[in-house]
């Protein structure tokens, strides 16, 4: 899908005046035709042109799992038969309270994944590709469509490592955010990275003020190397120091993302050099128990292990979520649905 820059210079090209820009963008996204046929104030050789080149639906879905009043995961395949998915949480009353209207969805960027965290479903099956920015805005639109709901709040935090995708990335996001794109507000978007250091600090000087989350799950090399690969790279701290760039150069809070998997990275010990390093960024701590995962060895601690994690955060002015309610089948880490259908296709 195009930007509005691209779209006047495509015009250019094909000796269209500029203000089809406004035209097209108003078809695509406010008006959210299915082709390029629907736009009827066009020249219909233009319309025929644009629509070999760039088709305005690249996803088709699948199937929905779920229900309106619980999470929806949808399974979307791309034109090259691969799949993809996207899950849509509404307000949770207890965590926004009772009026809240959030909608919350929350999108892939890559189809699998390069960086083989341990513990994760979507690196299982290695990586195929990036997503282009289309397939990426393709999945708002589509979840919108599908569930009636209009999304409000955006996580990148699906399948792949959004930061690996950086083109498309930041053109999705200025797609999403731009009034004339979807306009949604920069502070509602939230990019999650395992922690690659030179794309964190060039995303801090894009000008919208979107939100980054980090998958730290370990406080320390020793412990983070153990389940994420990409430490070796990149180690805490190195990413603490891009962190704090991150800081000079935006006013959200990071959010550091921290799954608990017994006798791995959750010991009162873990709890207080984590509640050191997020107080060194100002960041808050979001702790999720783990999410089971076929065919993986990890295992989620109790409900009191994880409480009693929390406190030791709490103890020392951290700010941390804790969400104890099981992670539903289908809430489970994002990947598990695709890999399933990948290989139940070829078998
Ligand atoms: N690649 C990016 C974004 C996608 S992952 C990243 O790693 O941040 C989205 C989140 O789901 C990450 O925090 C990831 O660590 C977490 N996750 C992956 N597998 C999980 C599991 N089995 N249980 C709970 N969370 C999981
Ligand atoms: Fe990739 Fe993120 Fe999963 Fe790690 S946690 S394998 S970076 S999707």
Same mark, same amino acid.
């Given at each position: 899908? @195009?930007?509005?820059t691209?779209?006047?210079k495509?015009?250019?090209e094909?000796?269209?005046?500029t203000?089809?820009a $406004?035209?097209? @963008?108003?078809?695509?996204?406010?008006?959210?035709?299915? +082709?390029?046929?629907?736009?009827s104030?066009l020249?219909?050789?233009?319309?025929q042109?644009?629509?070999?080149?760039?088709p305005? !639906?690249?996803l088709?879905?699948?199937?929905?799992?779920? +229900?309106?009043?619980?999470?929806?995961?949808?399974?979307?395949?791309?034109?090259?038969?691969?799949?993809?998915e996207t899950?849509?949480?509404?307000?949770s009353?207890?965590?926004?309270g009772?009026?809240?209207?959030?909608?919350?969805?929350?999108v892939s +960027?890559q189809?699998?994944?390069?960086?083989?965290?341990?513990?994760?479903?979507?690196g299982?099956?290695?990586?195929?590709?990036?997503?282009?920015?289309?397939?990426?805005?393709?999945?708002?639109?589509l979840?919108?469509?599908?569930?009636g709901?209009?999304?409000?709040?955006?996580?990148?935090?699906?399948?792949?490592?959004p930061?690996?995708?950086?083109?498309?990335?930041?053109q999705?996001?200025?797609?999403?955010t731009?009034d004339?794109?979807?306009h949604?507000? $920069?502070? !509602?978007?939230?990019?999650s990275?395992?922690?690659?250091?030179?794309?964190?600090?060039?995303l801090?000087l894009?000008?919208?003020?979107?939100?980054?989350?980090?998958?730290?799950?370990?406080?320390?090399d020793?412990?983070?190397?153990?389940?994420?690969?990409?430490?070796?790279?990149?180690?805490v701290?190195?990413?603490?120091?891009?962190?704090r760039i991150?800081?000079?150069?935006?006013?959200?809070?990071?959010?550091l993302e921290?799954?608990?998997?017994?006798?791995?990275?959750?010991?009162?010990?873990?709890?207080?050099?984590l509640?050191?390093?997020?107080?060194?960024?100002?960041?808050?701590?979001?702790?999720?128990?783990?999410?089971t995962?076929?065919?993986?060895?990890?295992?989620?601690p109790?409900?009191?292990?994880c409480?009693?994690?929390?406190?030791?955060?709490?103890k020392?002015?951290?700010?941390?979520?804790?969400?104890l309610?099981?992670?539903?089948?289908?809430?489970?880490?994002?990947?598990?649905?695709?890999?399933?259908?990948?290989?139940?296709?070829?078998?």
């Open positions: 899908m @195009l930007t509005k691209q779209l006047i495509l015009l250019g094909h000796q269209q005046p203000y089809r $406004a035209q097209i @963008l108003d078809w695509i996204y406010q008006k959210r035709v299915q +082709s390029w046929e629907e736009m104030n020249p219909p050789a233009l319309r042109a644009l629509a070999a080149e760039y305005l !639906r690249p088709t879905h699948t199937l929905t799992k779920g +229900s309106a009043d619980t999470t929806r995961k949808f399974l979307l395949q791309l034109p090259d038969e691969r799949y993809i899950v849509l949480i509404p307000a009353p207890a965590l926004y009772e009026k809240s209207d959030r909608h919350t969805l929350c +960027s189809v699998g994944c390069a960086y083989g965290c341990k513990f994760c479903a979507s299982l099956d290695g990586f195929t590709r990036n997503l282009k920015a289309s397939e990426i805005i393709s999945q708002i639109i979840a919108e469509e599908l569930s709901e209009k999304v409000n709040n955006l996580v990148f935090m699906g399948m792949g490592e930061l690996a995708n950086f083109t498309n990335l930041t999705a996001l200025e797609i999403i731009s004339w794109g979807l949604i507000g $920069a502070r !509602r978007i939230t990019v990275t395992s922690g690659l250091v030179p794309q964190i600090k060039k801090a894009l000008p919208q003020q979107i939100r980054l989350a980090i998958s730290l799950h370990g406080p320390d020793e412990t983070r190397e153990k389940i994420m690969p990409v430490n070796q790279k990149y180690p701290a190195e990413l603490f120091e891009a962190l991150w800081n000079a150069n935006k006013k959200q809070k990071i959010t921290y799954i608990l998997i017994d006798g791995i990275n959750a010991t009162p010990q873990h709890a207080e050099i509640a050191k390093r997020a107080r060194s960024i100002n960041a808050k701590v979001n702790l999720i128990p783990y999410n995962v076929e065919g993986l060895p990890w295992v989620r109790s409900d009191d292990h409480k009693r994690f929390r406190n030791i955060l709490t020392h002015q951290v700010s941390a979520t804790l969400r309610e099981k992670g539903h089948d289908i809430d489970a880490a994002c990947g598990q649905l695709r890999l399933k259908k990948e290989k139940e296709n070829r078998s």
